[in-house]
Every structure is written in structure tokens, then in C-alpha cells.
């Protein structure tokens, strides 16, 4: 994959305010969802707004190299996939490479455990540290055979030709990723097989199933499907990703004189916390023309600057709003008062560290965060600029980047080449909406 050069920064000049509409590229989840969904329908799925971004090609790829054939993406995004049915797939003739993508790597085991064939599954340097005992132990419950590093982490080595067996699992943590992971494998498994979330989690994985055709009952916090049926190809239309949404929200809410419409994004009750923590620190964001597109509801969001407060962030609220912290942890920077985070120690396994990675760049910045084994302390003060270590994490680089708009000093920002992981054009975007940004290197 395009390994990131760490040479690669962005320089952000202090101030200006984000104005216009502004459309962010397609959302990352149901990009993988459509990709891996579509290869295993029985027919032809057309995708469109499929997100480009590294990640979501690295599950193309895999696809491909099993044997798939998937046309695209053309530079809007379409994708054709001639599906191949739930057996169709081939042993790929090289390891499957996963870059940064946990969602890739950890969907994907469930789905190898089912398959005839081995396969193993390699990742860049983040990936390779983040924890995959958490897919592992219960795919080996169902049968599944999956050798890792004895840190637990990739490369995986996946064996094929297993019988796996339905199992009713409940999750120690709340994780889309390894629910999804336990239901894909179910899709190959003998009877049912159940997982139960500690908190709800985004339901992509559900909501595409029956898309496909596929029968999975959602009771409560419990989501069951049985193994052994059939993928029908579909039509998916990928909204904008509310996660890349999130970098404009806290962009227009903190820079003074903003108004933004952000258009087509997904707003699924299971990935709206972020909205919900912005209203609760008095942000002013309009939910507009809400619509539902294949499955899936979006809307329009218009986003005009307030003055924010520090909150006690709900932690029922966590899971909702998981990939939205570092965004969010700079709109707490420039907040009036406090802001408390507790709940939220997934954030510590993502691409980086994120509260680490987020209280030394803030601290780096003059803001007074201290970092706690579950979450975060922030009290704002003067935030003057400085130069931030995103530690390739797309997500740290982009929250900074919106940060230098309430910021005194320039910001400078290492190795940001990960953001082409899930937000290809960032840079030229964020220009447009009238931020003074550039690359270096
Ligand atoms: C994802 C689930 C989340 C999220 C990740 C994408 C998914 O991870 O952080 O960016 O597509 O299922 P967890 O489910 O592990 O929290």
C-alpha cells in the first residue's frame, strides 16, 4: 500500500473561518461493508460514493486477489463488483495486506475463518501493535484457526477448511468490529450464532446484511443470524462519512464568523454521538433535508460558530461518538470550562494512542490535558500553535489542522500522510472551505 512517508506534513496558518457547502468523501465502514458484502452476493453489486481512501482499497485488493472481479473505483466513486457467492472465493497467491485498517483486519478474520483455504493477513506498523485477541479468542470458540503473534497482534495467519460452529457470545467491550467479525463468520457457521453488545455500536453490519437479502434479528442489545444462507447483489449508495464530517462541525463551531453546510452525511443513530456531545457544549448545528438512501439515513448539516462550554461527556455517549475524540478534544480547547472524558479507554488501541497522542500535541499547543487511563482532563487556556506529532494517526493530524483556526501561532503537523486513509483531498477540501493550508514534503 502507499506506505506513508513520515516526511509528510501540512502547515496551518492561524485563523480564518470555514464557510460554503462542502461535500467529505464516502463513509469508511460501509465502504468496507460494500466491498466484502458484494464480493460474496451471488450477482452483480453496482456501489457508488464509495470512499478511495487506502484503507477501503486495501479491502478491495484483497478481494481482488481472491479472485473477484470488482471494476473501479472510477474517480466518482463507482464500483462493480461481480460478486461470486459465499464459496466462490480463491486461496490469493500472496499474504493479504491491510495497511492501517483495523476494520479491514478484523472483519476480514471472520470472514477467512469461513473460507477452504489459508490466508494470512499482514499490516503496516500501527496495525501490527493493535490488539486482535479480542477477534481471535471468539472466532476459536467457534472453531476457527487463527495463529498470531504471541503479543496477540498481526500478522494473522488464518487456516481455512474449518467446520465453525454458531456460538452466543457477549462482548466484553463495545466494538462494531468485533461484532461484525463474529456475524460474518456466522454467515459460513452451523446454526445460530448470537453477539450481544455491552452498548450499542454502529449496525452497518446489520443494516447490509438485509440488504443483501440476509436475515439477522437485532433484540434489544442481541443480534443473531443463522449460518448457511445466500448474499443477493444490491445497489449501495455511501453517504459522506460523518466521521470526516466531524474535523468541519468542530472547524465551523470554534472559528468565529463560520457557516458551513456539510452535505449527504450519514447520520445513523449509531454514529451521531458526536452531534449530540457538539449540542450538549452549545454548538449550533442544524440537521437538514433528512432522507434515507439505501438503508441508511442522511442529511445535510449546517454548522455556524458559538461560543462552546466544557462538558462532563456522557458515557453512554462513548461508543456513538468513538472515532470523534480527537475532533472533539479540540473543540474542549476552546471551550469555556472543563471538559471531563472517562469510559473511553478503546481510544488508546485505535491508530495511535489518541489520548496520549492528543494530550501531548494539546500540551505542545500551551492547553493544560491530563490524560487519564479512560479518557481525558482538558481545562482550555491560551492554545498558541506549535508543532504536533500525529503519529500517523489521519485522525490526530486532521483535529489539529481544524485547531489552527482559533489558533495565535501556525500549527505544523508530522507525518500526515495517513490521512489518505479515509480523507483523500483533506487538504484541498478544508482550503476551499477557508482554511490557509499546505503540505510540505
Ligand atoms: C469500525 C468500528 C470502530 C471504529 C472504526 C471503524 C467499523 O471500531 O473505531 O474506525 O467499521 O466497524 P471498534 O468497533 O473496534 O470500536
Redo the contacts with the bound molecule.
Keep these: 500500500m502507499g506506505h506513508a512517508s513520515a516526511a509528510l506534513q501540512f502547515i496551518v496558518q492561524p485563523g480564518g473561518h470555514l464557510q460554503g457547502r462542502v461535500r467529505v468523501p464516502g463513509d469508511?465502514?460501509i465502504s468496507?461493508r460494500s466491498i466484502m458484502l458484494g464480493s460474496l452476493a451471488d450477482g452483480t453489486t453496482h456501489v457508488s460514493g464509495f470512499l478511495q481512501g487506502e484503507d477501503c482499497l486495501c479491502t478491495l485488493k484483497a478481494f481482488r486477489s481472491m479472485g473477484v472481479d470488482i471494476e473501479g473505483p472510477s474517480a466518482s466513486g463507482e464500483v462493480t463488483i461481480h460478486g461470486v457467492g459465499l464459496h466462490g472465493l480463491q486461496a490469493p497467491s500472496t499474504d493479504l495486506d491491510m495497511g492501517n485498517s483495523?476494520?479491514s483486519m478484523?472483519l476480514m478474520s471472520g470472514l477467512m475463518s469461513g473460507q477452504a483455504f489459508d490466508v494470512r493477513m499482514t499490516g503496516d506498523a500501527s496495525l501490527s501493535k493493535r490488539p486482535m485477541k479480542r477477534v481471535t479468542v471468539p472466532l476459536a470458540s467457534m472453531g476457527a484457526v487463527i495463529e498470531a503473534t504471541s503479543a496477540g497482534t498481526p500478522p494473522l495467519l488464518v487456516r481455512g477448511g474449518k467446520a465453525l460452529q454458531g456460538i452466543d457470545y457477549a462482548m466484553p467491550m463495545?466494538?462494531?468490529?468485533?461484532k461484525?467479525s463474529l456475524l460474518l463468520a456466522g454467515l459460513y457457521a452451523a446454526g445460530e450464532t448470537s453477539v450481544t453488545e455491552p452498548a450499542p455500536?454502529?449496525d452497518?453490519t446489520e443494516r447490509m446484511l438485509r440488504g443483501f437479502g440476509y436475515e439477522v434479528v437485532t433484540e434489544g442489545n442481541r443480534i443473531r443470524l443463522q449460518g448457511g444462507g445466500r448474499l443477493t447483489a444490491t445497489t449501495i449508495d455511501v453517504p459522506s462519512d460523518i466521521?470526516s464530517a466531524a474535523f468541519f462541525m468542530v472547524g465551523a463551531s470554534i472559528a468565529e464568523g463560520s457557516d458551513l453546510i456539510i452535505e449527504h452525511v450519514g447520520i445513523n443513530p449509531t454514529r451521531t454521538g458526536v452531534i449530540d456531545i457538539l449540542r450538549l457544549m452549545g454548538a449550533n448545528l442544524e440537521v437538514l433535508n433528512e432522507r434515507e438512501v439505501g438503508g441508511e439515513p442522511v442529511a445535510d448539516i449546517r454548522v455556524r460558530s458559538s461560543a462552546l462550554q466544557g462538558i462532563q461527556i456522557p458515557e453512554h455517549l462513548v461508543?456513538l461518538a468513538?472515532?470523534e475524540f480527537p475532533a472533539l478534544f479540540i473543540a474542549a480547547a476552546f471551550a469555556q470550562g472543563q471538559t471531563v472524558l472517562t469510559g473511553a479507554e478503546?481510544l488508546r488501541v485505535?491508530e495511535s494512542d489518541r489520548i496520549q497522542v492528543m494530550a501531548d500535541g494539546l500540551i505542545a499547543c500551551g492547553v493544560d490535558a491530563q490524560p487519564t487511563p479512560d479518557g481525558i482532563v482538558i481545562n482550555p487556556g491560551n492554545f498558541s500553535g506549535g508543532t504536533i506529532e500525529s503519529h500517523g494517526d489521519h485522525r490526530i493530524a486532521m483535529s489539529f489542522a481544524m485547531a489552527a483556526l482559533r489558533a495565535t501561532q501556525p500549527i505544523t503537523i508530522n507525518d500526515c500522510a495517513n490521512v489518505n486513509t479515509s480523507f483523500p483531498g483533506f487538504v484541498e477540501l478544508a482550503a476551499t472551505a477557508g482554511m490557509n493550508i499546505r503540505t510540505v514534503g
Design positions: 469508511k465502514s468496507h483495523g476494520t478484523r463495545a466494538s462494531a468490529q468485533v461484525s455500536t454502529r452497518h466521521s461508543p468513538i472515532d478503546e485505535k
